[in-house]
């Protein structure tokens, strides 16, 4: 994320009007036809009654030669990336499709520019969850305010530095999402943690999710979004966002009889909580048909009583007041925010409002897992004999959860969810049952190895096939992604971004159900939304956009690049003033799809 | 020729060439090829942050409630500040005073003790449930409301269901399509409502005869329809708070859009500012000022809504409700039990429905909150299946987790 030059040098111009050609070609190089220049598609445009290049009974030959044709690897790019840049499809051919692949589905071999690279050293995705509490918790927020929150100045000073915690934690988080979504090479990894995370769904909007969900992020859904499906599922449900958010941090034994010092205080572990339980099953393994009862649910959430928060990171307890917590935290982080209400941690260590916390404790000796932020109390977990789906689990504590996630990520029900969501994101709306079988069986055969699963795909007849080219509508998190990389812009500020998304009914790390968002035309095709994205790509286009700037210029005769796309699209470019015309163009309903 | 005219050439040509639902929606703009007759409506206003229940209907009579809020209560009739009475028994808050004629011309009247069944405190989840209409769901992907549109007469009008605020609500998700608008003071200019603009992406999407082009064309009507009737209502700020000033442009502007366009059937609006868990208020101060603020924006959209407010039902509902006693902050925490606000021209109002038990501790759930006596789901159902006529078949379509006929709430509405 550079500045952009004030002044751009004789040799920059030239270098952007080269762009600018082939700016175009990325933006409409989205259909079928991608070599074919504007003349030829007109011609042909006026000689069928419809002008939408269709060709759904077309069978296309799935060989090497097709799939390194030009149109070939505008598909695929469409698919492996948030969509096309200037020059990706002479990348590629470059490289040759089956290598670019290779690489895409290793991530780790394609070296990250540095700006890429640097965006994600922020606390918000480099902390554990515990530092990340004991730093920007409540708790700690409240000391840093120099109140507890009681009186009305005390209260105001409170919000203020809440608020512009969670609101930088939540910026930093977002900015690091949005740079590598548009600027890294890795753009498959991108586009797997993207999906794995609306798999396993969490929400900034809920409570301390606040500050953890960038970290989620980072450690529990990037590091596996390409590698084995039983890793990344048992890094989620060991996450503190995770467990805060479908609330296991509270699932506790029936039995449990909690000692408390005072008696007038109320437990907040009240017995059992099905909730993650039930969302383990039904969405983020077996899917809501895949073959367990209500009563599952009720065997798997004893499984998983006592799998919750460690002690003084969220849960309470362990920490007697403000003192500790910073020796257990080590250095406070120093947050970089302006705010005048931010005072040194230690001026009042002890005012009111600082809950008590018991027993002291230090970051060594806290117990529980500091890389997810979980601790498992055993005095909270129910150890009688379990049932779940099938399987008998006997009451040995901890390990009960392993063996339930194994059985839970190797039953053939997952197998099929998976994949189906997979073809769905990658293929199309209602993907073909044939290619989600051949997915499955593959995901059953490597032990769900993701990225094994996925070269059954891209391998695939229906991935190729005619009919799932250009069939998707982008959600409104592709479409803004998509626009910024189609003008090569440059980001200095994505809070306009952010809004955008937020109008569109999608804001980032912010979907409330479990379900995370769809990526469906059904779920994302609606008359406001609609609206939204043309007065979005107007002032894109424009350069209205406050930190944003899109590098193509309107030189240039715009039709020299449309290579596909319908008449009526192509006459109202023309038609428009040249300044017009790249906002157009990003608000086509050609650029709609992908 | 002007925009409108505009689309609707589009949409006629449109319907002719290519697809024949089409023609529908180009029926329907103009106004006088209307046959369905008026239609009842319902709009849901929804206080975010769980506002306090028992600051809105005081139950004035009972020593108890001043017992428990030393702070915090609102005096009896008759003081100064004081609640304007209902019954003798329970009293309007005075910031309200602008909807009390609602209720001494029975158009207003209120559920005690409803509410959410869930036992969750939590905003994010309590809201969650009460917009899914399935608490203890999470994973209920669409809102109530928008399955409710599902099950009315779709009459193919892109204004059907009015959003007003910036994004589609938890309540209105699902595949009926809503319009959002801004109420605001004066309306801003978005690029698309650039003539120049507009026309460019016209010439796009039009003849298309996709799903994108039946998108786009909805989206710019509904557009027209909410600018043009609006236009008239570039209100000025009468001085006072902004907020306040604000809000009179959500009475008045929604009021006005029911009034004159008949199409409209179901319309949502959310506030936020009630989670006073420190320094409430009580005559005066904190609740008091939002509760004016509602109080003269429900009364605007009563008046504004001229005839219309016959066929109208418009229901205010909380997440759930705060602790009976105050805290050490003279405020309240959350809680349980509220009530559910219900006027209209439908409304048998004039007096309080539900279970009342009053305040003692053995009548409070878990020792602390109002009790939910009556399921807001009972509530609903019992509104629109009279109201909005659906069967019970479809009601269960609407509330698939929960059977109305357990718990109903008769004489609600008028007969």
New interface residues.
Partial sequence: MSNSANSPSKAQIKARQKVTHTFMAVLLGLSADASLICNEVLAKAGKASQT?IDRPDAVPKVDSAMKNSREGIAHLLNRTTYGMRPGDIERVQALGVEQYLKEQLSPESIPLPSGVAQVAQVPALTETPLSLFLNYGKPALKALSQGG??T?EE?KALGKVVRETYGKLYQDAATAHLTRAVDSPRQLQELMTDFWFNHFNV?S???LDHIWTGQYEESAIRPYALGRFRDLLGATAHHAAMLFY?DNWQNTSAAYRPVLNNPKAKSRFKGINE?YA??LM??HTLGVDGGYTQKDVQELARVLTGLGLQPGGGAGLAMRNVMQRRQAAGQLAQMQTNSNAMQPFSRRPRQRGIRNYGEAASASTIPGNPKTGSFFDMRRHDTGTKVVVGHTIQGSGEREIEEALDILARHPSTARHISYKLAQYFVADKPPDSLVQKMAATFTRTDGQIAEVLTTMFDSDEFWSNTNRNNKFKSPHRYVISSLRATDATIDNVLPLLAFL????Q?LYKC????GY?NT??AW???????NR??FA??LGANRLPGIRVSASQNGDVTDSLSTI?E??V??IE???PQ?RQ??VL???EF?MY | MNRRDFLKTAGLATASLLVPQVNVWAKTSGSAASNSGPTNKLVVVFLRGAIDGLSVVVPYSDPNYYKVRNNIAIPPPGNQLGVLDLDGHFGLHPALEPILPLWKNKSLSFVLNSGSPDPTR?H??AQ?YME?GCPGR????TGWLNRLLAQLPDNHS?VRALNIG???P?IL?G?V????FKAELKRRR???DNE??AS??E??????GD???R??Q???E??TTINEKLSGEQMQANGGAIQAARFGAFGKQLGKLMREEPKVQVAFLDLGGFDTH??QGNGKGQLANHLQVLGHGLSDLAESLGDTYQRTVILVMSEFGRTVKEN??NGTDHGHGNFIWALGGAVQGGKLMGHWDGITDRSLYEGRDLPVRTDFRSVISSVIGEHLQLSSRQLQTVFPDFSSNSDTVTGLLKG
């Fill in positions: 939408r929150g009681k009305p209260k929400s909007d809920k409570g479908l909730n039930r969302e039904e969405l937020k109008q569109a009914g804001p409330l159900t479990p379900d769809k035309k059904e095709l609606n008359p406001d939304s609609l609206i043309l007065n107007t002032a319908s009526k699209t006459s109202a038609q428009a003033q017009l906002s157009l608000g086509s309903p709609m | 939590s994010f989840d969650d899914s999470k994973a209920t992907s892109p910036s994004t589609t938890r998700q595949p399509a809503s319009a959002t978005s690029p698309i120049v603009i460019s992406f010439r796009m999407y039009e003849g298309r799903s994108l082009e998108a786009f909805d989206g710019m509904a557009r420190v320094n050490g902050n």
